[in-house]
């Protein structure tokens, strides 16, 4: 019986750069069985137990308690989860995943350097094109929440899940906040990253469910992970 | 959080306060009014932007259109009002729940009752207000709330001096833009005086391009050696803001005594008469004509003296209101203990009725009073 569980992402350069950061920490992980089933064999501490998901699932999953321990990428964490400091701990940034979410305009705009000037071209589009600036994303959370910081109030967001790039020049919308880790897909779709329009500089952590139940196998093995990982997970 | 379901005595209680209200606001010349509990979300968004999101409930209606759950009175009963033209005087009063998001762990509740009044078109708004303000009071004395505190401020004084002020016509339209974030609002006092961070070469160039000869081709021409020209936004749009920004850049620096006097008008606090005074003594030692608007506080004072509320001695804080969206004039809130959940509060809106419609704009004063925070308030006590 497992004491304690960790979810893991379950796919591509994450799943990989993860397995590794815990093999080089002395926990060995085997996906069980064919490729398709989602569990996996964790060895080297007991009473751990790996169960593999998709990494967009990680945090809900942190968030309602069925995992004790997750990895998954901060923006994640701080777009999926309400009140997440209240809900999650991060005991470790992994040092790798890295990628900033930014504000991105046409990089023709050479009047919009800042977010402020954002808000003044927002205000001007009602005013010359009578609707409101749209602004594509699918982090709705932090977009809202950083505009409101930078005091940007009259814009629309449009969800975009892949693609986000594309949207001005397709005219789904005028503006973007999306992740980059070079910068060179922005630049190439002709956008230009806001000189105050970063917003998270983001990675892969290994998060602690607060909402977890935390019984006394739990904890000893949590002890023992951390033991392990040289890292305070209590 | 959620509130609990109301039954049994607490039920008995509430209805009893709302049923005495609607009695008073009823006798006062009030006239019932219930909107809907959903409306079209596009109307929020309009208003309020993409922030509503946060603070209000939105969802799919069915047939592509987003709707909103109501979260105040005053936007659904004025519109309403217009739809029957807006160039009459009318008093409507109002009850039932109001919806709310709220922050993760906020103690504020997702949904509470409000019960309240409208007063459009009041020949007299001084007049309106002290009307308003006393029917409140005595709502709240009516249902048990004792001895509560009442704030009160004023935006019509700010925007009064921005207007009074000697200064360019942009920055005046910047400041008064900002007036409701007091951060930025700040910022942009100081960088008024001081001057702002110097200007990029990419700034540098567009201000320089406006007074070439063919401006508009000289900003296309630098627009397109930094990307493709793509998107909504038009190259005329770019050429409108650079002229703007020219035009900002040339502007010269506010006099530092001029930043002292808006951030100290915005400072004065204190019992309302005092503060009369001291906004008074300000305006007048800086040569700046304030009359129009301390005239209307004076009438206010007064208009409530008249209708036996203590006027003078009530708390006034020129600084009240700013985070209050839509105001922009007299506010006011009642609090007891706990300054997180007020019983009562209120302001004047004439702008916000332009937004919805009316041309011109017409005199709008409302307040509301939430039975539920007196009722828990006397269990408490």
């Known amino acids: 019986m497992a004491a304690l569980t960790l979810g893991l992402p379950s796919k591509g350069r994450l799943m990989e750069a993860t397995i590794a950061w815990f093999a080089e920490r002395g926990i060995a992980i085997r996906r069980s069985g064919s490729g398709r089933e989602y569990a996996a064999i964790a060895e080297g501490v007991d009473g751990?137990?790996?169960?593999?998901?998709?990494?967009?699932?990680?945090?809900?999953?942190?968030?309602?308690?069925?995992?004790?321990?997750?990895?998954?990428?901060?923006?994640?964490?701080?777009?999926?989860?309400?009140?997440?400091?209240?809900?999650?701990?991060?005991?470790?940034?992994?040092?790798?995943?890295?990628?900033?979410?930014?504000?991105?305009?046409?990089?023709?705009?050479?009047?919009?350097?800042?977010?402020?000037?954002?808000?003044?071209?927002?205000?001007?589009?009602?005013?010359?094109?009578?609707?409101?600036?749209?602004?594509?994303?699918?982090y709705h959370v932090l977009t809202r929440a950083f505009f409101r910081l930078k005091g940007v109030a009259d814009y629309r967001i449009v969800d975009s899940q892949g693609a986000t790039e594309a949207g001005p020049k397709n005219q789904s919308f005028e503006a973007l906040v999306d992740i980059t880790s070079s910068g060179e897909t922005l630049s190439a779709n002709h956008l230009r990253v806001l000189a105050d329009g970063l917003i998270l500089q983001s990675e892969a952590c290994l998060c602690l469910s607060l909402a977890a139940e935390w019984g006394a196998d739990a904890t000893a093995a949590r002890g023992r992970l951390g033991a392990k990982l040289g890292l305070a997970l209590g | 959080m959620t509130p609990a379901t109301r039954l049994g005595p607490d039920l008995a209680a509430l209805d009893t306060a709302l049923a005495g209200l609607a009695r008073l606001f009823d006798a006062a010349g009030y006239q019932a009014v219930s909107p809907p509990h959903l409306f079209a979300a596009e109307l929020m968004l309009d208003l309020y932007g993409e922030d509503i999101r946060s603070r209000a409930f939105l969802f799919p209606g069915g047939g592509g259109d987003e709707v909103c759950l109501r979260p105040d009175f005053t936007v659904p009963v004025v519109l309403a009002h217009g739809e029957g033209g807006w160039a009459r005087p009318a008093r409507y009063a109002y009850q039932g729940p109001v919806f709310r998001r709220q922050a993760e762990g906020s103690r504020r509740p997702v949904e509470y009752i409000q019960a309240g009044v409208e007063n459009l078109g009041a020949a007299d708004p001084a007049a309106a207000e002290a009307e308003v303000l006393a029917l409140i009071l005595e709502g709240l004395r009516a249902i048990g709330a004792s001895a509560p505190k009442v704030t009160t401020g004023d935006l019509g004084i700010v925007f009064g001096l921005l207007d009074a002020l000697d200064m360019p016509a942009g920055r005046r339209a910047r400041l008064?833009?900002?007036?409701?974030?007091?951060?930025?609002?700040?910022?942009?006092?100081?960088?008024?005086?001081?001057?702002?961070?110097?200007?990029?070469?990419?700034?540098?160039?567009l201000i320089a391009a406006v007074a070439a000869p063919d401006p508009l081709a000289r900003i296309e021409r630098l627009a397109a050696t930094e990307g493709e020209i793509l998107g909504l936004r038009e190259i005329e749009d770019i050429a409108e803001r650079a002229a703007a920004l020219a035009e900002a850049a040339a502007e010269p620096p506010m006099p530092a005594a001029q930043a002292e006097l808006i951030e100290a008008v915005l400072a004065v606090t204190g019992p309302a008469a005092e503060a009369l005074l001291r906004l008074r003594d300000l305006t007048a030692s800086a040569g700046v004509d304030l009359g129009r608007q301390l005239d209307a506080f004076a009438r206010r004072l007064d208009a409530m003296a008249a209708r036996g509320l203590d006027a003078g001695a009530m708390a006034f804080d020129a600084d009240f209101g700013r985070n209050l969206e839509y105001y922009d004039g007299f506010v006011f809130e009642v609090t007891a203990a706990d300054p997180a959940l007020p019983l009562a509060g209120g302001g004047r809106y004439d702008s916000m009725t332009a937004r919805l419609g009316a041309r011109p704009e017409v005199p709008a004063f409302g307040a509301m009073i939430r039975p539920e925070a007196v009722l828990a308030m006397r269990g408490a006590g």
């Open chain 2, 176 to 205: 008064r833009r900002h007036l409701w974030r007091p951060a930025r609002f700040h910022a942009l006092v100081s960088e008024a005086v001081a001057g702002g961070p110097p200007p990029t070469s990419r700034r540098t160039a």
């Open chain 1, 48 to 138: 751990l137990e790996v169960v593999m998901l998709a990494a967009g699932e990680i945090p809900r999953e942190l968030d309602r308690g069925r995992i004790h321990l997750g990895v998954t990428g901060e923006d994640l964490i701080r777009e999926k989860i309400a009140g997440w400091e209240s809900r999650v701990r991060i005991p470790a940034r992994m040092g790798f995943g890295h990628a900033d979410l930014v504000v991105a305009v046409p990089a023709w705009w050479v009047d919009v350097e800042t977010m402020a000037d954002l808000d003044a071209a927002c205000a001007q589009f009602r005013a010359r094109h009578g609707t409101a600036l749209r602004i594509g994303t699918k």
